[in-house]
T-cell receptor, first 114, second 112 residues
Framework: DSGVTQTPKHLITATGQRVTLRCSPR?????VYWYQQSLDQGLQFLIQ???????AKGNILERFSAQQFPDLHSELNLSSLELGDSALYFC?????????????FGPGTRLLVL | DAKTTQPNSMESNEEEPVHLPCNHS???????IHWYRQLPSQGPEYVIH???SNVNNRMASLAIAEDRKSSTLILHRATLRDAAVYYC?????????????FGEGTQLTVNP
């Protein structure tokens, strides 16, 4: 158990809909990362927040957005969903924001868009 | 970002050592070498990291070539639980921040 929790575990929805994925980082971790894992693209970095502020952006679509709240939990919002958004979404956390920091991953949310 | 090259797959027998290679010929002086693994149906987990010297921890050892253009993750006695995809990742705060950039990794199969 990494200490990072993600809800829900599974999500099935239809094209055009909007969903929210939730992540609670390990206690004391200030940095939260979101990654997407699909069969054709592998594991890709989406976005990072550090202590409530956006710190880095990766290959995140404009239809996707995220935020980190004062209690440090984070939400990833996916809107106008398409079939190709079906994937595993992982959240990770680390204490600080340095390249030597270990990232601890949650169990993921499996999203299926029908 | 500097690139890493790993074999797509490797096989090992239980209780034998496993050496997982990674080539990173364009590594810069400030790149840290990190290894993560992803067990089936789980999120990735940290294994080990190093800069120049060989490193050991309770999970594995990391052997880094003197010129740093390659490294090897060593599992001293493979167990069935070590069957996973192993990712070798270079991290440089100046060029990529603290994000992890995953390649395709090596799928390790452990035979009983």
């Amino acid at each position: 158990d990494s200490g990072v929790t993600q809800t829900p575990k599974h999500l099935i929805t239809a094209t055009g809909q909007r969903v929210t994925l939730r992540c609670s980082p390990r206690s004391g971790d200030l940095s939260v990362y979101w990654y997407q894992q699909s069969l054709d693209q592998g594991l890709q970095f989406l976005i990072q927040y550090y202590n409530g502020e956006e710190r880095a952006k990766g290959n995140i679509l404009e239809r996707f957005s995220a935020q980190q709240f004062p209690d440090l939990h984070s939400e990833l919002n996916l809107s106008s969903l398409e079939l190709g958004d079906s994937a595993l979404y992982f959240c990770a956390s680390s204490v600080e924001d340095r390249e030597r920091e270990t990232q601890y991953f949650g169990p993921g949310t499996r999203l299926l868009v029908l | 970002d500097a690139k890493t090259t790993q074999p797509n797959s490797m096989e090992s027998n239980e209780e034998e050592p496993v050496h997982l290679p990674c080539n990173h010929s364009t590594i810069s002086g400030t790149d840290y070498i990190h290894w993560y693994r992803q067990l089936p149906s789980q999120g990735p987990e940290y294994v080990i990291h190093g800069l120049t010297s060989n490193v050991n921890n309770r999970m594995a050892s990391l052997a880094i070539a003197e010129d740093r253009k390659s490294s090897t993750l060593i599992l001293h006695r493979a167990t069935l639980r070590d069957a996973a995809v192993y990712y070798c990742i270079l991290r440089d705060e100046e060029t990529s921040g603290s994000r992890l950039t995953f390649g395709e990794g090596t799928q390790l199969t452990v035979n009983p």
